[in-house]
């Protein structure tokens, strides 16, 4: 696979020499100064692939392989009639991206919120902090602080009543740090959502349901993929994070089922997967190695991390070691090597995955350090380092057998 990590831009406090002492020859960012809507230029392009192919000259090379992400704006999400003139907004960043050299652009359709997790400095007994999620605390967020008209509906009475309990003994700055890290706005940006106008981003969607959110998305790709195909670019859907629905909305992208509708609704390559172990590796019932096996020729972007389900309802986990967690990354690894062989064999011109380790630990010199939540330097090192010796392991066994 070929060795990224995912890059905030100039303001990110991992710097590209860091990433390219960690042994990567790519790079994975997006404009996250551009607002959502608004068309990527080509001069804004430019500027970003000269400020990360600066040190070249003198340096070892560093490309930008895979925008993370181009987002999707809420108007396309919900359907509106305004969706037509985002979606051609879309079209246009993708061909200012593909006249660029850009070939591989994700993107995401879970709704008002991207990733959701209720605790960023989770602590092991080793001293390093990682993320969390539990549903008692969403829980508590969602029925007692947004106090969201129907939430009760969401909860079993136990969760509800054990949130009510826990929220008597919170500290007025235990409810702000919760509320926060609920409402954190997108990765790389320095924007929150506000609890005081939250409920009206979820209002909007009141009328959409599983089977809209689905219709919408479907809408969505049939008309953007078929220019990604003629621009040479692949798109690649990231799935949902948690794979389940929140805050009474819909979640579209959490099993094998959601992707395989998915890329039957436009059976063209260009319709991808960004395929996240951690992301689908909540849900016990996503087979990972197998979705590679039956799905492999749409994935065009890997993320590799590991999640620890704590509660046998699976909703309570937290960020686990690469190598340790409910993922197992040996027959994951396993798949992903035998699917570039398969692409290999077939002289795929992109034989090769594009993958980035995902969410690593807030450790050692990095606990003194602002940085963006899972994305410290030295954790994700960790973590690549170890993804590397699995990778070349199976690579040789295969050699040799």
Same mark, same amino acid.
């Given at each position: 696979m070929i060795q990224t990590m995912r890059w905030f831009g100039p303001n990110d406090p991992v710097s590209l020499m860091d990433i390219r002492q960690a042994g990567c020859s790519g790079v994975v960012t997006a404009l996250h100064q551009v607002p959502v809507g608004d068309v990527w230029t080509r001069e804004a392009i430019r500027e970003r692939i000269s400020?990360?192919?600066?040190?070249?000259?003198?340096?070892?090379?560093?490309?930008?392989?895979?925008?993370?992400?181009?987002?999707?704006?809420?108007?396309?999400?919900? &359907? #509106? @009639?305004?969706?037509?003139?985002?979606? =051609?907004?879309?079209?246009?960043?993708?061909?200012?991206? /593909?006249?660029?050299? *850009?070939?591989?652009?994700?993107?995401?359709?879970?709704?008002?919120?991207?990733?959701?997790?209720?605790?960023?400095?989770?602590?092991?007994?080793?001293?390093?902090?990682?993320?969390?999620?539990?549903?008692?605390?969403?829980?508590?967020?969602?029925?007692?602080?947004?106090?969201?008209?129907?939430?009760?509906?969401?909860?079993?009475?136990?969760?509800?009543?054990?949130?009510?309990?826990?929220?008597?003994?919170?500290?007025?700055?235990?409810?702000?740090?919760?509320?926060?890290?609920?409402?954190? &706005? #997108? @990765?790389?940006?320095?924007?929150?959502? =506000?609890?005081?106008?939250?409920?009206?981003?979820?209002? /909007?969607?009141?009328? *959409?349901?599983?089977k809209e959110l689905r219709e919408n998305l479907y809408y969505f790709i049939r008309q953007v993929a078929p220019v990604a195909q003629e621009l040479g670019i692949n798109l690649c859907i990231h799935p949902d994070d948690p794979p389940r629905p929140l805050l009474g909305l819909p979640r579209v992208v959490s099993t094998e089922a959601d992707l395989t509708q998915l890329m039957n609704a436009c059976d063209i390559r260009a319709n991808g997967i960004t395929f996240c172990t951690g992301s689908l590796g909540v849900r016990a019932d996503n087979d990972l190695p197998g979705i590679i096996r039956r799905l492999g020729d749409r994935i065009h972007f890997v993320h590799l991390r590991t999640t620890k389900r704590e509660a046998e309802d699976n909703r309570n986990f937290h960020e686990a070691p690469h190598l340790n967690g409910d993922v197992d990354m040996y027959e994951v690894v396993k798949a992903l090597h035998q699917e570039e062989l398969r692409r290999n064999a077939a002289h795929y011109t992109d034989n090769l995955l594009p993958m980035r380790p995902d969410h690593g630990f807030q450790m050692l010199d990095d606990l003194h350090k602002k940085t963006y939540p899972g994305y410290s330097m030295i954790g994700r090192l960790k973590a690549l380092a170890e993804l590397r010796g699995l990778e070349m392991s199976i690579a040789r066994s295969v050699q040799e057998f």
């Open positions: 400020i990360v192919e600066a040190g070249n000259a003198r340096h070892t090379s560093l490309k930008w392989l895979v925008v993370e992400s181009l987002p999707v704006h809420e108007h396309i999400k919900k &359907g #509106l @009639p305004s969706r037509d003139q985002y979606i =051609e907004t879309y079209k246009e960043s993708l061909r200012n991206l /593909a006249a660029e050299g *850009i070939r591989t652009v994700c993107y995401n359709f879970m709704p008002v919120l991207d990733w959701s997790r209720t605790d960023l400095t989770y602590t092991f007994p080793e001293g390093h902090k990682t993320l969390r999620f539990v549903w008692e605390d969403f829980a508590l967020f969602d029925l007692y602080i947004l106090q969201r008209p129907g939430a009760e509906a969401d909860y079993d009475e136990q969760v509800r009543e054990s949130a009510r309990q826990k929220l008597q003994n919170m500290s007025p700055s235990d409810i702000q740090t919760l509320t926060n890290t609920v409402l954190l &706005g #997108l @990765p790389g940006s320095e924007e929150a959502f =506000e609890l005081a106008n939250f409920q009206e981003l979820l209002n /909007a969607y009141k009328a *959409i349901g599983d």
